[in-house]
């Protein structure tokens, strides 16, 4: 069984602070890493795709990946409350063209 | 781009009934997928197609879930004799193949409600 595992939260930070969320996977093999953001009733939407270890950064987004630890991350700078959505880890598997995701970080901006 | 469309938003039906939901995907796309989501959980990959050919299949796909693409355009996920358990939101998906893995873009979703 591939897996994906997330802290499920709710992660709350106050307006303003850089939030953190963090993702492992259990396939070693898996190359390809993306962030998706999904507002309550709502589909997800892409935030970040990340291939290659280090860090890459777009706007207050920044991920972060660790292949040697099967660990990504994702950092929000400067929160603001319409950030406030749950945020899934999704990992292309080894062999595969679908993406196993986490359960996903329910975040909270507080004003 | 007007992005993945999925129909209908809302399905409420009985159980046992039979229901059908369309996808249509970004232009360009020739990848496809279908997942399942449920409350407080990530999507489940059900399926997925390359242009009309269907190639990876979950085993949460049971016999009673169908899904086509005849045209390699738009798909249909078909279940019969709806349960209980079938209540969750559908969503389809669509990408680019090129080398590498492209992200997906989600459609709305439609969400099915088994009474």
């Known amino acids: 069984q591939k897996e994906v595992e997330q802290n499920s939260g709710p992660l709350s930070v106050p307006e303003g602070a850089i939030a953190s969320l963090n993702c492992t996977y259990s396939d070693r093999g898996s190359q390809s890493f993306f962030w998706y953001r999904q507002y309550s009733g709502k589909s997800p939407e892409l935030i970040m795709s990340i291939y290659s270890n280090g860090d890459k950064e777009d706007g207050r987004f920044t991920a972060q990946l660790n292949k040697a630890s099967q660990y990504v991350s994702l950092l929000i700078r400067d929160s603001q409350p319409s950030d406030s959505a749950t945020y899934l880890c999704a990992v292309n598997p080894t062999g595969g063209q679908n993406f196993v995701f986490g359960p996903g970080t329910r975040l909270s901006v507080l004003p | 781009d007007t992005g993945v469309s999925q129909n209908p938003r809302h399905k409420i039906t009985k159980r046992g009934q039979n229901v059908t939901f369309r996808c249509d995907p970004i232009s360009e796309h020739n990848r496809l997928y279908w997942y399942r989501q449920t409350l407080g959980q990530g999507p489940e990959f059900l399926t997925y197609?390359?242009?009309?050919?269907?190639?990876?299949k979950s085993r949460l796909l049971s016999d009673r879930f169908s899904a086509e693409r005849p045209k390699g355009s738009f798909s249909t996920l078909e279940i019969q004799r709806t349960e209980q358990g079938d209540s969750a939101m559908y969503l389809c998906?669509?990408?680019?193949?090129?080398?590498?893995?492209?992200?997906?873009?989600f459609g709305d979703g439609t969400r099915l409600s088994i009474l």
């Open positions: 998906a669509s990408s680019l193949s090129q080398r590498g893995h492209q992200p997906q873009h």
């Open positions: 197609f390359q242009n009309e050919a269907q190639l990876e």
